[in-house]
């Protein structure tokens, strides 16, 4: 856990930092990474998500810095909703985390040895939590066009430093050990699909 706490701390100062610099330079929140799964309000989310799980109830977690990490990330995208996208308009979309997927997430963090408190306190916390920043997240989601993460992932895929351009483009993913002997096999497709 003091791992965890380091990383909160790097994501307040780094909220700190991303508040000032898109209120310093608006046009910074247009852009775009080269990634299409990665942008900083995924990471934005990500954090709040963090923050907001372990102050609901995770066992001997590193609470008073998620406390402050949170204040800091939620204080950056409530301020960076009401420059960007002014609606006061509720957005329609799903619940990014239903009962079903708050089960699964607490097996999964179970698994890796991380105790979520369970019961009807634990989940009211949670919820009221994710309704101070979600609204500001889905209004900035829909203005700038950037999808929110989702709470875990749904599916396995790889990392984008795993594989290169010319491995997305072939027909199914290979390990890394593979990835040499099958250079001349990936591009020779690519030709032959043009």
Request: aromatic share 10%; net charge neutral; proline share 6%.
């Amino acid at each position: 856990m003091r791992e965890l706490e380091q990383l909160l701390y790097d994501w307040e100062r780094w909220s700190a930092e991303l508040l000032e610099s898109h209120l310093s330079y608006p046009v910074l929140a247009y852009f775009r990474s080269q990634h299409t799964n990665q942008s900083w309000l995924a990471a934005l989310t990500a954090s709040l998500d963090t923050c907001a799980l372990i102050i609901a109830g995770v066992n001997d977690g590193p609470t008073r810095q998620a406390q402050l990490t949170f204040a800091m990330a939620h204080h950056a995208v409530g301020d960076l909703a009401q420059i960007f996208a002014r609606s006061r308009q509720p957005v329609v979309a799903s619940d990014r985390l239903p009962p079903t997927s708050l089960i699964a997430l607490r097996n999964m963090l179970a698994k890796a040895g991380i105790t979520v408190q369970d019961g009807v306190a634990a989940e009211h916390n949670l919820r009221e939590l994710r309704q101070i920043y979600e609204p500001h997240l889905q209004r900035l989601s829909e203005y700038l066009l950037m999808s929110l993460p989702p709470w875990f992932p749904l599916t396995v895929t790889p990392d984008t430093w795993q594989i290169t351009a010319w491995e997305r483009l072939s027909p199914t993913w290979r390990p890394l050990s593979t990835r040499w002997k099958t250079l001349t096999d990936t591009f020779s497709w690519a030709v032959r699909r043009r």
